[in-house]
Protein backbone atom coordinates (compact mmCIF):
# COMPACT_ATOMS: atom_id res chain seq x y z
CA UNK A 1 0.00 0.00 0.00
CA UNK A 2 1.46 3.61 -0.97
CA UNK A 3 0.64 6.39 1.59
CA UNK A 4 2.42 8.85 -0.44
CA UNK A 5 3.84 9.71 -4.21
CA UNK A 6 6.22 12.19 -5.52
CA UNK A 7 3.93 14.53 -7.53
CA UNK A 8 6.96 15.40 -9.83
CA UNK A 9 7.16 11.70 -11.05
CA UNK A 10 3.20 10.11 -10.50
CA UNK A 11 1.04 9.56 -13.01
CA UNK A 12 -1.99 11.28 -13.35
CA UNK A 13 -4.28 8.68 -12.22
CA UNK A 14 -2.36 8.32 -8.73
CA UNK A 15 -2.53 12.61 -8.54
CA UNK A 16 -6.07 12.60 -9.48
CA UNK A 17 -6.88 9.41 -6.72
CA UNK A 18 -5.03 11.62 -3.97
CA UNK A 19 -6.84 14.63 -4.68
CA UNK A 20 -10.20 12.74 -4.73
CA UNK A 21 -8.87 11.41 -1.04
CA UNK A 22 -7.83 15.11 -0.09
CA UNK A 23 -11.66 16.46 -1.06
CA UNK A 24 -13.13 13.19 0.80
CA UNK A 25 -11.14 14.33 3.88
CA UNK A 26 -12.44 17.86 3.58
CA UNK A 27 -15.91 17.14 3.16
CA UNK A 28 -15.83 14.60 6.28
CA UNK A 29 -14.25 17.58 8.28
CA UNK A 30 -16.77 19.72 6.90
CA UNK A 31 -19.82 17.61 7.73
CA UNK A 32 -18.49 17.31 11.44
CA UNK A 33 -18.58 20.85 11.65
CA UNK A 34 -21.87 21.64 10.20
CA UNK A 35 -23.42 18.95 12.35
CA UNK A 36 -21.67 20.33 15.40
CA UNK A 37 -23.06 23.75 14.62
CA UNK A 38 -26.76 22.20 14.04
CA UNK A 39 -26.55 20.46 17.45
CA UNK A 40 -25.40 23.40 18.91
CA UNK A 41 -28.04 25.74 18.04
CA UNK A 42 -31.26 22.97 18.53
CA UNK A 43 -29.95 22.85 21.89
CA UNK A 44 -29.82 26.48 22.84
CA UNK A 45 -32.79 28.19 20.51
CA UNK A 46 -32.95 31.12 22.16
CA UNK A 47 -29.62 32.05 21.38
CA UNK A 48 -28.20 33.88 17.95
CA UNK A 49 -27.42 30.89 16.06
CA UNK A 50 -23.86 29.66 15.16
CA UNK A 51 -22.81 29.45 11.48
CA UNK A 52 -19.76 27.85 9.81
CA UNK A 53 -18.94 28.47 6.24
CA UNK A 54 -18.93 25.09 4.05
CA UNK A 55 -17.51 27.25 0.70
CA UNK A 56 -13.59 26.96 1.32
CA UNK A 57 -13.07 29.11 -2.08
CA UNK A 58 -12.26 32.50 -0.90
CA UNK A 59 -9.98 30.82 1.98
CA UNK A 60 -7.67 29.05 -0.67
CA UNK A 61 -7.62 32.05 -2.89
CA UNK A 62 -6.24 34.65 0.46
CA UNK A 63 -4.09 31.77 1.35
CA UNK A 64 -2.57 31.27 -2.11
CA UNK A 65 -1.87 34.69 -2.23
CA UNK A 66 -0.67 35.28 1.17
CA UNK A 67 2.80 37.05 1.52
CA UNK A 68 5.22 34.19 3.05
CA UNK A 69 6.23 35.16 6.67
CA UNK A 70 9.80 35.62 7.24
CA UNK A 71 11.80 33.74 9.90
CA UNK A 72 13.36 35.71 12.33
CA UNK A 73 17.40 34.28 12.14
Known sequence: MTLWVDV???PRNRV???LHYYREQMVGEA???K???DHWN???PNEEPV???LDLA??????EN???MKVAS
Open 16 to 18: VRG
Open 8 to 10: DEA
Open 51 to 53: TVE
Open 31 to 33: AIA
Open 66 to 68: AVP
Open 42 to 44: SIH
Open 35 to 37: NTA
Open 58 to 63: PDVLWR
